[in-house]
């Protein structure tokens, strides 16, 4: 929990180009919500939070730095969209939550996968938390990404899916591609709905992050060509439903 402090204090969502995919994660994932009882699995300071709300009834939060969970309740109490919706946050480390049975239509795991060590585990978890034809939503990095593979032609990067320095800064354990994804799912109980690449990335965050603040529609063109080369893209959006035994 210390170490989460610790990166979550470095880490701050608004300053980075995250905020800005986020956007068009919520864009794509909101296309496959199944119902309003949801999980979120990871809020960081909470801005994914406040854009889940509105589809919700219901949120259950599990996040593991306390700092975290501090921050994002009073922006929710801020914009005061949590009003008619229940939002309960639970400082746990995502193993050892109590998921329950059958308590959600969806859970959302949004740049989760590459921060564990053994995804299959908590996966297994969260098949006995889903509702019947409940929905798992991940977003993770693509280690095929078009700006990983020009990092290994430069000779940034060994092969793309090796981890570079702001990987090890924010506690990333792998880099996946869209292959690994789906024999994890699969062999984790689920089957995949369907799967969507988000945005076009050439540069490293940083530089996409002054692009976007100098020229926004650029950043908006990347989106939408993205579209016609989801393989090439900086994140992968995948939906999954429980697989019938």
């Known amino acids: 929990m210390n170490k989460l402090d610790k990166i979550a204090g470095m880490y701050k969502v608004e300053n980075e180009f995250d905020i800005v995919l986020m956007k068009h994660n919520f864009e794509i994932a909101r296309k ?9 699995l990871g809020c960081a300071t909470g801005e994914s939070t406040i854009k889940l709300i ?5 949120v259950d939060v599990v996040e593991g730095s306390f700092n975290n969970i501090s921050i994002a309740k009073k922006k929710i109490r801020k914009v005061g969209l949590s009003k008619n919706k229940q939002v309960i946050f639970y400082h746990s480390d995502w193993l050892k939550f109590n998921y329950g049975r059958n308590r959600y239509s969806d859970v959302i795991w949004f740049r989760g ?5 053994e995804p299959d585990l908590l996966l297994k978890k969260i098949v006995q938390s889903l509702k019947p034809n409940g929905r798992l939503h991940i977003v993770t990095q693509n280690a095929f990404s078009l700006h990983r593979k020009i990092g290994t032609a430069m000779g940034l990067l060994k092969e793309p899916h090796q981890l570079n320095e702001r990987d090890h800064k924010v506690g990333h354990f792998k880099v996946y591609d869209l292959n690994q994804i789906k024999h994890l799912i699969k062999k984790s109980r689920f089957k995949l709905i369907s799967w969507h690449g988000i945005m076009l990335k050439p540069l490293p965050n940083k530089d996409m992050l002054k ?6 529609k650029f950043v908006q063109g990347l989106y939408e060509v993205g579209k016609e080369l989801p393989s090439l893209c900086a994140e992968l959006y995948v939906c999954a439903t429980l697989a019938k035994d």
């Open 32 to 40: 496959y919500f199944k119902g309003r009882d949801f999980l979120e």
């Open 54 to 58: 509105p589809f919700a009834r219901t």
């Open 113 to 117: 996968l590459e921060h564990i060590k």
């Open 211 to 216: 692009i976007y603040q100098e020229n926004p």
